[in-house]
């Protein structure tokens, strides 16, 4: 295919062109792709209420949703194709499915059901995200 020459013009001061590219120019890119996940994902574009408090406390839930969704891929395999996966990926495939689920007085247990397609990923994120045990 050839050489993938990139061009940049910019008014900042000194710096070299591959670490203007790689350290500012591409990292806005990433952000940009943070906040398009954020919105396309979880719907966090919707401020249909007639409130504005309402639609704050709405963009601050989807955005510990996103946090939390974050820190669940980060919890997976380095090596897991699960790790770059998008969110709604995750939504579809992780949180998607019928659970029994009791609430004792210092934990929680989750039951899968035998069927579960991604039992083994699930029970490793589970032991990854539980607080630490106390000695």
Excluded at 34 to 57: E, G, Y
Excluded at 95 to 108: C, D, G
């Amino acid at each position: 295919m050839g050489r993938d020459t990139r061009y940049i013009v910019t008014n900042l001061e000194g710096g070299r062109g591959k670490h203007l590219y790689t350290k500012l120019y591409s990292a806005r890119g990433q952000a940009e792709n943070h906040v398009k996940a954020w919105k396309a994902h979880l719907a966090a574009d919707r401020t249909s209420c007639s409130k504005a408090n309402a639609n704050q406390m709405r963009l601050m839930l989807h955005g510990c949703v996103y946090w939390n969704w974050w820190k669940l891929r980060a919890a997976c395999p380095k090596r897991s194709p699960w790790r770059r996966t998008q969110f709604d990926t995750l939504r579809l495939h992780l949180a998607k499915l019928a659970a029994t689920i009791i609430e004792k007085k210092a934990r929680i247990i989750v039951t899968l059901p035998t069927s579960c397609p991604r039992r083994g990923l699930l029970h490793l994120l589970f032991d990854a995200l539980a607080p630490p045990k106390a000695a």
